[in-house]
């Protein structure tokens, strides 16, 4: 009792001026050291040495709605090749005036996505309207009824392919790296063995061998007559590619379940599958909910990797529209606005799958 | 009725467990139909394989890697011409995969110790930066990475008439970085004897002064007489083979620069993306690393009396690494793989050899596979001796 007497009387006390406020915070954030002090002197010269220049570039000096031989003459960067290209960069040989279409999608998409965020929504119905959601896009972006005209898949382009083959690419990987994982912990030799072959023949070797897999060897593994158009084929890559690391991450779920759990299970008498399907599996896989969503980050920057073999995705659309002669020479411009797509997707992932990880942590 | 034993005896003899519900017996059911599976689908694959390339008339087997490649590489560690075989071609892109991957990963632990030094430094500014910095380039795919520095070099660079000159000898411009070198000379093989002599003379000190510490418990100063042995014996060895200073300073010759040692903007971009987006990374596995050792080994070492970076290297690092080394294995992997991406800038990496020859043979099947199994090779290197360092290095309990 008479601590905390104590501790009130010294509350009453004001701290000095030089520890609280702007002074104190200086004092404490900035100038704590004498190293520190030098420090925070010399980063301050080096950011009043780049940043202004940088403002002038992009900003002051820039021009926004020109065409590009009025871009040349500018100063400052020329937003031009951005702002007169972003439907092509964003919708790629999608039809001009269906465009409305994916971008309806993809506003689905970010709805869906912004939904599914709150945890208080996750519930069996989100389960199954997912499919539904993803299948609809599917269905607005190909057409085909309610006279609306179809659009292969093989004009998909620009950020739809870029979706398309990252959300689908994982949504297919999941269950086949969960099997994958499951073959891996299992007590058959045999499969046991398949499992761990291929993860750590997948996990071996880069993305782009498989890219070049898909792109030169799949056709001469299917009979005479039968071919697959090239985007399934990258995302058949893609998939095998995915699943492999997903079972690596739901593993490590499943040996954080202790051992207990599989015991327990056991003397209930349920089998195998049941065992896994009511006891291990969703112990095991709400672990791993924030490594898969560093899955689907990765997923997401490595469907870029497909312009190698010649998709059209994002960055694809961004090097035809650079090619043009009209905007050669503003890549920087054109690159840095597709790295700021890139950027918030994967930013708004990785802090979505930070928060889950401080939430689940119980 | 009373069951006698006699009886139970004999039931559970003659009653035998149906196959389906005997674990064993099940279990090699199962394997059986996994493997008959996977090997249908391989037999499957296979046949039309054989079928299709009978079809299109391509030869199988590694017979085209004595051929002539009949194109050139514009960068190489060892004599290559167009008239050299596709074999030494790929040889060609392995030493440039290899010594990408090895110069990156060396700047990427540099780089990215720092970065996650500086993400967890008490000046606000600092850890803000580095929190910046590690935000941005994990969140940019990093072939947009090498896209955008590349384009950068391309672009912005001036032509070799006009090259950037910030140091004598030293040229920039958009078809490579020149920088002079000393020009060749005997005493500098003798000087490269030195710093053998050197590293020998350490490892065998190293070792003395370590017996000489469990013995007696004196500390001998290992890291500065070493370091002065590296400094010192390569200067004798200098000064005793005549102390030339001749340069090889690169100069224009009709388009272009002769010279000197140079490296292709292509490179540059490479490196510089690798470097950085890999370094993003490792910043955030050092920092997780030194934020896992508790701030009471810290309070513990200074009681004991350490000096400061007596507690940095004998009580902090070992436990840190300890945590930092497993995931940095597999960052410095992530690196190499990532190497193979040069193809889409254009730098004649092991990939990009490939990726011609396969264009040039159409031996598609045996190009990829030579992909394959170069990376599984690093890959299995790089582990088993990340392993063992980690074995090395791990908690040795009682």
Redesign the interface.
């Known amino acids: 009792m008479e601590d905390s007497a104590g501790l009130t009387k010294t509350a009453d006390l004001k701290p000095p001026v030089t520890n609280v406020g702007v002074i104190g915070w200086l004092k404490q954030n900035l100038f704590n050291s004498p190293l520190n002090s030098l420090l925070t002197l010399f980063i301050l010269f080096c950011l009043y040495k780049t940043i202004p220049p940088f403002v002038q570039w992009a900003f002051l000096k820039s021009v926004w709605y020109t065409d590009g031989t009025q871009c040349k003459l500018a100063d400052g960067a020329c937003w031009s090749v951005v702002t007169k290209n972003v439907r092509f960069i964003l919708f790629g040989f999608y039809p001009y005036e269906q465009q409305w279409r994916p971008a309806v999608a993809l506003i689905l998409l970010i709805g869906f996505l912004l939904y599914t965020r709150e945890r208080r929504h996750w519930n069996r119905r989100l389960i199954i309207a997912w499919p539904v959601g993803l299948a609809v896009m599917g269905l607005i972006m190909h057409g085909g009824f309610f006279g609306l005209p179809v659009v292969e898949t093989t004009k998909w382009s620009g950020i739809c392919l870029t979706l398309l083959l990252s959300i689908f690419g994982l949504t297919v990987a999941y269950p086949l790296g969960v099997v994958l994982a499951l073959g891996r912990q299992s007590r058959l030799p045999a499969i046991k063995t398949l499992s761990v072959v291929y993860i750590e023949l997948i996990r071996g070797v880069p993305l782009i061998s498989l890219l070049f897999m898909a792109s030169v060897m799949f056709p001469l593994f299917l009979p005479e007559g039968i071919t697959i158009d090239k985007i399934l084929r990258a995302q058949v890559a893609i998939i095998l590619f995915t699943a492999a690391y997903i079972a690596e991450v739901v593993r490590g779920g499943l040996q954080a379940i202790s051992r207990g759990q599989y015991e327990a299970a056991e003397s209930l008498g349920l089998d195998y599958y049941l065992k896994m399907r009511l006891i291990i599996l969703p112990q095991a896989l709400k672990i791993v909910i924030p490594p898969t969503v560093s899955i689907l980050i990765s997923a997401f920057k490595d469907t870029s990797l497909v312009v190698i073999i010649g998709l059209f995705d994002l960055l694809k659309t961004t090097q035809v529209t650079l090619s043009n002669p009209e905007w050669t020479g503003f890549s920087a411009e054109a690159y840095l606005f597709i790295s700021l797509l890139y950027f918030a997707g994967c930013f708004s992932m990785s802090n979505f799958s930070r928060r889950l990880e401080n939430e689940l942590q119980t | 009725m009373v069951t006698s034993d006699a009886e139970i005896a004999g039931r559970t003899q003659t009653e035998e467990i149906p196959f389906w519900r005997d674990p064993t017996k099940r ?1 090699i059911v ?3 139909v ?2 008959a599976v ?1 090997f249908a689908v391989g037999y499957y ?1 296979f046949s ?2 054989q ?3 009978r ?1 299109q008339s391509i030869a199988t087997g590694f017979g085209f890697l004595d051929r002539e490649a009949g194109f050139a590489i514009g960068e190489s560690l060892i004599n290559y011409s167009a008239a050299d075989t596709y074999a030494r071609a790929l040889l060609v892109g392995v030493l440039n995969t290899v010594s990408v991957a090895f110069i990156g990963i060396v700047l990427t632990i540099f780089l990215g110790i720092l970065v996650g030094v500086a993400r967890l ?6 850890s803000r ?1 580095a929190g910046g910095y590690i ?2 380039l ?7 990475q090498l ?2 520095w590349y ?2 070099f391309h ?2 660079l001036p032509s070799p008439r006009q090259s950037f000159n910030p140091a004598a000898g030293v040229f920039i411009n958009n078809r490579g970085f020149y920088f002079p070198i000393p020009a060749s000379h005997p005493a500098y093989l003798w000087v490269g004897v030195a710093l053998a002599a050197a590293l020998l003379v350490t490892v065998l000190l190293r070792r003395w002064a370590r017996i000489r510490q469990d013995k007696t418990g004196k500390i001998f100063p290992i890291w500065s007489v070493c370091s002065g042995l590296f400094v010192v014996l390569p200067f004798i060895a200098w000064i005793a083979g005549g102390a030339p200073t001749a340069m090889n300073v690169p100069h224009l010759q009709g388009f272009n620069f002769e010279g000197g040692v140079s490296f292709s903007p292509e490179f540059a971009a490479l490196l510089l993306g690798l470097v950085l987006y890999t370094s993003a990374f490792v910043a955030e596995i050092v920092r997780a690393g030194i934020q896992a050792v508790s701030y009471g080994q810290t309070e513990a070492a200074m009681s004991l009396g350490l000096r400061s970076n007596l507690v940095l290297t004998l009580i902090i690092l070992p436990q840190a690494l300890r945590v930092i080394i497993p995931p940095l294995t597999s960052q410095m992997l992530n690196l190499t ?2 190497s ?2 040069a ?2 800038i254009g730098f004649p990496d092991f ?1 990009s050899v490939a ?1 011609t020859t ?1 264009n040039q043979t159409g031996q ?2 045996e ?2 596979v030579l ?2 199994v170069v ?2 090779f690093f ?2 290197v790089t582990s088993a001796y990340m392993n063992w360092y980690n074995k090395k290095k791990a908690l040795v309990e009682r």
């Open positions: 279990a199962y394997q059986v996994a493997l996977v694959i039309n394989t079928t299709n390339l079809r430094s008490t000046n606000w500014l600092v930066l935000e941005v994990q969140n940019i795919p990093v072939l947009l896209f955008f384009s950068i672009d912005a793989k990532n193979s991406l193809v889409a990939v990726n396969i598609a099947i190009g990829v992909i394959m990376y599984l890959s299995l």
